[in-house]
C-alpha cells in the first residue's frame, strides 16, 4: 500500500515515489485487462491520467474505509470516460474490490459502468457529458465553505475537453467567488477521438484561465514528483490553480502511445497480451474472462452507499394570503424563502440567481443573506450545475429562474444532476403565455415533456399564492430535486364555496395529491397553475347554461393515476385546460393515464398548438382560444355533440 502524506509533506518522499510508479504500472495492466474483457471502453486517455489518479487518491485527505467522510476532500473526474483508470487506482486503494472491477467492467447488472458512477465510493459525482465537472465541483466547493469546512478540491478534466463553452463560464464562477481551494488538472494528451486536439478545434486553455484571473502551472504529468508539488494545496495564494499537465495517450505501452484509435478502443485479446508482456506482467486474461462470463446480471449490485442529503428542519407557519390580495405566486415564493432562512439559521439555504433576482423575487432573500446568495450571471449552464453540486454537498439550495432558461436551455444539466440523485429545488418563473409581451422566446410551454423525463425530479405547478407558499415549505424540509413552475402575472387567490382561501389553514401540501375545487355533475375540467382560475371562469359561464361543471386542480401533474381517474369516472366530459403546449402537457399525461388504465372516458384535451406571439396575457390567451369565453363555448359544442351519439 503507498505511504500517505495527506500532501503534509513538502516534496514525495522517495519511497512514496517508488510505490506510486510501482502501482501506476500495476493499474496500466488493469486497464488493459477490463477494456479488453469488455471488448470497449476509452483506455488511452485512462493510462495518459494515471499518475494524476494516483498521485491525488494515495495523497489527499479521502478514506477508503469511509468515502463519504464529511469534511474529506474532493476528487472530481470531469471526464468520466477515464473510468478504467479512476476504477483500476480506487481498486488498488481498496476502496473496493480490484478484482470484480476488472473483470464485470462495462457488463450489465455491474455498478463498474463506462463511466464513472457516483454510486462507486470513491468517485464524487457521475460524469460522462464533457465540460460539467468543474461546474458541479465550484458548487461543491461553495457549499462546503458554507459548512465551515476547511479542504481541497481537485478537478481533473480532458483537454478536448476545453472545448465546451460551460467551462468558461465555471472558472469566471470559481474566481468571482474566490475559490482558491479549486486545482484543475488538464491531461493535455493532445489527442481526441478525430485526431489531434488542436487541430479538430484549437483551444489555448492556459491563456484562456489566466484572462480569468487564475494561476497556470505545467508540468510533465507522468513525473510524480512534478505532479506532488505542484498538486499539493499552497494555502499562501488566493487565486485558484490550473495545472497543465503534458501527458502521452496510451502511455506505458509503446504501439498504443501517441495513438488516437485508443482513445474509445480495446484492444484485441493478442494485443493485450503483448501489453501486459510489456508492462512485465501476468497474461491473466482467460482466467478473469471466466469470471466474467460467470457474472450473473444481478450479482454484486450498486455499492450500498448512504448519500446525505440536507434538508431544512423547521417548516414555520404558513402565509395564509386573504382573497382581496392578488399577487403573484413568485411574490409568495420570495416570502416563504426568506421565512424558512430565518427559521433555519443555522441552516441556511443557499439561493443561486442569474441576474434575475428582482424579478424571480429573491432580492430580499439576498439583502438579508447576503452570505448564502450567489449572484452567477448569465450564466445558466454553470448555475444548473453549480448549484447541483451544491445540493448534494450537504446544503439545500434554491435556483430561481425564468422557465426557458430554468427547462428549456439546462435541459442538460438536470439530466447529469438527476442522474447523480441531487437535491437541488428549481423554481421557474414566467411559464406558460402569462409571460406575454417577451415574446414566443421566452414563453416556456414545455416544461412537463422536459422535466417528465427525469426519474426523480417532482415537478409541481401550484395555483395561486397560498399553494406556492406550502410547495415552497414542502420542498425545503423534504430530499429530492423539485421544479416548482409558476407564471408572472398576480395571481387571484383561490376561494372555496364560502369564499375562504382554498388553500387554507387547513391545507396541508403532499407531493402528488390533486384537489377538488368545486363539485359538478356533467363537466370536470382539470387545470393546473394560473388556469385553475380562468377554469372557475369557464365554470361560470357554463352554470349559465345550466351545465354543472367541477374544476379539479392537478398541481403535480405528473402524477396521475387510477385513483384519480376513478374520480372522474361519471362525468360526461372531461376537459384539460392548460397553457403548456398540448401533445407534451397536462393532457396527454391524463390520455396516457386513460389509455394505461384502461378507463373509458370523453377526454378533449386544450392547450398551446404553436408559438405565441407578444402581447398582452389576456390576448394571447384569446388566440389560443383559451379564454373563458371561448372554453365555454367549445365544452358546450363538444357536449352537445356527445349527448347526440
Not at 473496493?96 to 464524487?124: N, Y
Not at 442529503?309 to 413568485?330: F, S
Not at 441531487?422 to 414566443?440: F, I, P, R
Request: aromatic content about 8%.
Amino acid at each position: 500500500m503507498i505511504e500517505r502524506t495527506f500532501f503534509r509533506a513538502p516534496e514525495l518522499p522517495e519511497d512514496t515515489r517508488r510505490e506510486i510508479v510501482e502501482f501506476c504500472r500495476e493499474a496500466r495492466g488493469d486497464i488493459i485487462r477490463m477494456t479488453t474483457l469488455a471488448g470497449s471502453g476509452h483506455p488511452g486517455g485512462s493510462m495518459s491520467s494515471l499518475e494524476i489518479f494516483a498521485v491525488l487518491w494515495s495523497q489527499a485527505n479521502v478514506d477508503p474505509g469511509n468515502p463519504l467522510m464529511d469534511g474529506r476532500d474532493r476528487i472530481v473526474v470531469s471526464h468520466g470516460h477515464t473510468s478504467p483508470g479512476v476504477y483500476a487506482v480506487l481498486g488498488r486503494l481498496k476502496f473496493f474490490d480490484l478484482k470484480h472491477a476488472v473483470t464485470t467492467f462495462r457488463k450489465a447488472g455491474s455498478p463498474f459502468e463506462g463511466h464513472i458512477e457516483r454510486s462507486v465510493p470513491g468517485v464524487e459525482l457521475t460524469t460522462g457529458n464533457l465540460g460539467q465537472g468543474l461546474s458541479s465541483a465550484a458548487g461543491m466547493a461553495l457549499a462546503d465553505r458554507c459548512r465551515g469546512i476547511r479542504n481541497h478540491v481537485w478537478v481533473v478534466a480532458g483537454d478536448g475537453e476545453h472545448q465546451k463553452g460551460q467551462i468558461a463560464e465555471a472558472r469566471r464562477f470559481v474566481r468571482k467567488f474566490g475559490l482558491e481551494n479549486i486545482t484543475v488538472v488538464v491531461d493535455c494528451n493532445g489527442l481526441q477521438i478525430s485526431g489531434k486536439t488542436d487541430e479538430v478545434m484549437y483551444t489555448d486553455i492556459a491563456a484562456e484561465y489566466r484572462a480569468a484571473g487564475w494561476r497556470v502551472l505545467e508540468v510533465d504529468g507522468h513525473n510524480v514528483d512534478e505532479l506532488y508539488r505542484v498538486l499539493k494545496p499552497d494555502n499562501s495564494t488566493r487565486v485558484p490553480l490550473l495545472v497543465m499537465a503534458r501527458t502521452i495517450m496510451g502511455k506505458g505501452v509503446s504501439f498504443m502511445e501517441n495513438d488516437p484509435r485508443y482513445h474509445g478502443k480495446a484492444l484485441s485479446m493478442e494485443q493485450a497480451s503483448r501489453a501486459l508482456a510489456e508492462l512485465g506482467q501476468t497474461n491473466d486474461l482467460k482466467e478473469l474472462a471466466e469470471l466474467r462470463e460467470s457474472y450473473g446480471k444481478k450479482a454484486g449490485g450498486d455499492f450500498k452507499l448512504r448519500f446525505p442529503y440536507n434538508i431544512l428542519e423547521l417548516e414555520g407557519n404558513p402565509v395564509i394570503y386573504p382573497p382581496d390580495r392578488n399577487i403573484d405566486n413568485r411574490g409568495a415564493f420570495g416570502a416563504a424563502l426568506l421565512d424558512l432562512a430565518r427559521l433555519n439559521p443555522s441552516n441556511l439555504p443557499m439561493v443561486f440567481d442569474c441576474d434575475l433576482e428582482e424579478s424571480v423575487r429573491t432580492g430580499d432573500f439576498e439583502k438579508e443573506f447576503p452570505d448564502h446568495f450567489f449572484q452567477t450571471g448569465i450564466m445558466e449552464h454553470n448555475t444548473a450545475s453549480a448549484a447541483g453540486g451544491a445540493s448534494i454537498a450537504g446544503k439545500v439550495v434554491f435556483w430561481a429562474d425564468f422557465g426557458v432558461f430554468a427547462a428549456d436551455e439546462t435541459f442538460n444539466q438536470h439530466r447529469l444532476n438527476d442522474i447523480n440523485m441531487t437535491n437541488l429545488k428549481v423554481v421557474a418563473t414566467h411559464c406558460g403565455l402569462d409571460v406575454g409581451m417577451d415574446g414566443k422566446t421566452h414563453h416556456c410551454i414545455n416544461y412537463l415533456s422536459l422535466m417528465g423525463t427525469l426519474y426523480h425530479y417532482n415537478t409541481v405547478v401550484p395555483a395561486d399564492p397560498n399553494q406556492t407558499d406550502r410547495v415552497i415549505r414542502y420542498a425545503a424540509t423534504h430530499p429530492g430535486n423539485f421544479f416548482i413552475a409558476m407564471g408572472r402575472s398576480g395571481t387571484p387567490v383561490i376561494t372555496d364555496e364560502n369564499g375562504e382561501p382554498f388553500f387554507g389553514r387547513n391545507y396541508r401540501f403532499v407531493y402528488g395529491m390533486h384537489d377538488l375545487i368545486r363539485k359538478g355533475s356533467d363537466v370536470a375540467i382539470v387545470a393546473m397553475g394560473v388556469m385553475v382560475h380562468k377554469a372557475l371562469e369557464v365554470r361560470r359561464h357554463l352554470g349559465e347554461k345550466g351545465i354543472s361543471a367541477a374544476v379539479y386542480n392537478v398541481s403535480c401533474p405528473l402524477c396521475i393515476g387510477p385513483k384519480f381517474l376513478d374520480e372522474l369516472e361519471g362525468y360526461e366530459l372531461i376537459l384539460t385546460y392548460e397553457d403548456h403546449d398540448l401533445d407534451t402537457g397536462l393532457g396527454t399525461r391524463m390520455a396516457v393515464a386513460v389509455a394505461c388504465f384502461r378507463k373509458a372516458m370523453n377526454l378533449r384535451r386544450l392547450g398551446i398548438t404553436r408559438y405565441a406571439a407578444s402581447g398582452t396575457p389576456e390576448d394571447l390567451y384569446g388566440m389560443a382560444g383559451l379564454l373563458p369565453g371561448q372554453v365555454a363555448k367549445y365544452v358546450i359544442r363538444e357536449l352537445e355533440a356527445a349527448r347526440r351519439e
